[in-house]
């Protein structure tokens, strides 16, 4: 399958969990089509990119290994995704690789997520946490904030500093997170 042709069968996915795990399998099954599927999440003002992250973020959820030889594409271009309806799932497969990483079980994960890849995940989710983003994204970054900080000392002090910042101009959403974040934080300071 071309990326042309991939394109046109991105037309198909929609909202369902259904057509999202169908063409997440697909691209599974035919792993020739990540580096196509990532070029057209990476199509950031097209909305069909949008729909390139909702596989893009299943297949990571069923199969997350399979985004191993695809890391510097994925971190190196996340950044430059701006449309709420990718963003969502963009910062969903960060909150995957981090949760992969820091993870009890072994896995392929933990070997192949770079200093690089970190500090590219490290970067995005603090500008979704600053920037006017939807409740989604800002939740995956405080989980994935909160890991890293594990490693990275400087990063729960910012974490805190921006949740009790933006905590009274939030959503509920927002605040039941950001409350569980500052709990957690609480107990290991």
């Not at 299943?58 to 309806?85: A, C, R, W």
């Not at 990483?101 to 500008?127: M, P, Q, V």
Request: hydrophobic share 40%; net charge neutral; with cysteine.
């Amino acid at each position: 399958m071309t990326t042309e042709q991939l394109y046109n069968e991105l037309n198909y996915v929609n909202h369902s969990r259904e057509k999202r795990l169908y063409y997440a399998n697909l691209v599974i099954d035919n792993p020739e089509l990540i580096p196509k599927l990532l070029e057209i999440l990476f199509m950031v003002n097209d909305k069909i990119s949008c729909r390139a992250a909702w596989v893009f973020e299943f297949m990571s959820g069923e199969n997350l290994e399979s985004s191993i030889p695809y890391l510097d594409s994925f971190t190196d271009n996340m950044s430059k995704v701006h449309q709420d309806s990718a963003v969502r799932p963009v910062a969903k497969v960060c909150e995957y690789l981090v949760k992969a990483y820091y993870s009890k079980h072994d896995n392929r994960i933990k070997t192949s997520l770079t200093e690089k890849h970190k500090e590219k995940i490290i970067e995005a989710c603090f500008d979704w946490m600053i920037n006017d983003e939807k409740i989604a994204p800002k939740a995956y970054a405080m989980n994935s904030l909160f890991l890293l900080g594990k490693d990275y000392d400087w990063i729960h002090p910012e974490l805190v500093m921006i949740l009790e910042r933006d905590y009274q101009m939030q959503s509920s959403g927002f605040k039941a997170r950001a409350r569980h974040i500052l709990k957690k934080l609480e107990v290991r300071s």
